[in-house]
């Protein structure tokens, strides 16, 4: 099977470098597992702490500064089938905390060489998931509904490529850092997503095994700026996202080296403003594509190297990025007695919205080693260089380093 789906268990090579962004089941399910709760049961608790430190070397809206983040992620699944004999029933929930600092703005970044802080506040608590899936049609359909995180399931070029064939399996496509791998920022404004997860329904339909059709229709009250994380139930007034992706897999060669790629297209409703301008909705399109160019033991294990796309544009004239092109390379596996780390490097260029008094685009180019201390603790340095600060054409090229730990449980 090369269809692309959401691993139900981290791999220990290659994680993305905020899961609370990407995956629909965090962690491991140690937790669960330490206090005496069987997965058998049908119950799974897990989760994932990240912090990080960062400091900006030089340029950038304020050189010499330190920051520093915090993300804590709690999560519970339970497996309804064995609860209440709903066959192909699932329900989650969610809980994150998150405590950071002005990360991206010491930069003068506009979409963010650090993922993991967003919009203020920049200390919350909140309810991030809590949802039912019901799989349908011998699971060719699947349909979720409740408070979910769209990242999870629309433009996610991080996500995992499962297949029968387990040395081929890449559990993330690339473990980068910044913002962009993670929402492509011509969505930045309308799209629910970490850490502002919003209600809604989700569908996916996936007539054969090298194909899917996804539809979403979610609260789109974070275009008016609502904290859409922050809110026990979901108040729509007329301001609805949605959005829709269609999906081909392959396997390439007679090594059978898989690849994915995906079109979407998507709309906000409701009045959008921004300085001296007024719009009624909005839409835009995306494309994203992964391929693994090469393996360096066939039928061994995952070691090699793989790569990624991203393309994005919107007609919008009050959301902050109006096109987006990115794109990078990852391996695995590649370093002598470190069959577990990966290391990886991504570049992106986003054409910026002036009326914001930004430059005219921000181009981002960053790297990063991810290496496994031990068990399911990871340590991540990641070095990012901006030419073009977006948030002002005053500011000299930024270099920032960041160090990353991550703790799967």
Known sequence: ????????????????????????????????????????????????????????????????????????????????????????????????????????????????????PGLPPLARSELYEM????????????????????????????????????????????????????????????????????????ASFAPTKKIYLSYGLYDGTGARQDQTGLRAVPSFKGYFFHVGEAGYAWQLGSRGMP????????????KLSSPGRTEDGAQGFYAFASQRLWLRRPRVDN?????????????????IAKTYVGGGLTGFGLIPKRPSDSFGIGAGVTRLNESYGFRRSETMLQGYYQMRLVGDLFFQPTMTYIPTPGNSAKLAAATAVTMRVTLLY
């Open 1 to 116: 099977m090369v269809l692309p789906t959401r691993a139900q268990d981290q791999d220990k090579s290659g994680l993305s470098a905020n899961p609370g962004a990407v995956d629909i089941v965090a962690g491991t399910g140690r937790l669960g597992r330490t206090i005496g709760i069987r997965e058998a049961s049908g119950v799974r608790l897990g989760g994932v702490w990240l912090g990080d430190a960062n400091y900006l070397i030089s340029g950038g809206a304020e050189p010499g500064k330190s920051s520093f983040n915090s993300m804590l992620l709690l999560d519970l699944n339970i497996d309804l089938n064995k609860w209440l004999k709903i066959p192909g029933a699932q329900f989650g929930v969610d809980y994150l905390q998150f405590n950071g600092g002005r990360t991206n703005a010491q930069a003068g970044s506009v979409v963010g060489y650090n993922s993991l």
């Open 131 to 202: 949802w039912w899936r019901q799989r349908l049609f011998r699971d060719k359909l699947t349909v979720r509904v409740g408070k979910t995180v769209p990242t999870n399931d629309f433009n996610n070029v991080l996500r995992p490529l499962q297949l029968h064939d387990a040395s081929l399996f890449i559990p993330s496509v690339s473990g980068l850092a910044y913002t962009p791998v993670f929402v492509n920022p011509t969505l930045l404004g309308v799209m629910p997503g970490y850490y502002n997860s919003a209600y809604g329904v989700t």
């Open 259 to 270: 690849g994915t790629i995906a079109v979407g297209a998507w709309g906000q409703t409701g």
């Open 303 to 319: 070691s090699g190297i793989t790569s990624f796309f991203q393309f994005g544009m919107n007609q919008s004239k009050t959301l």
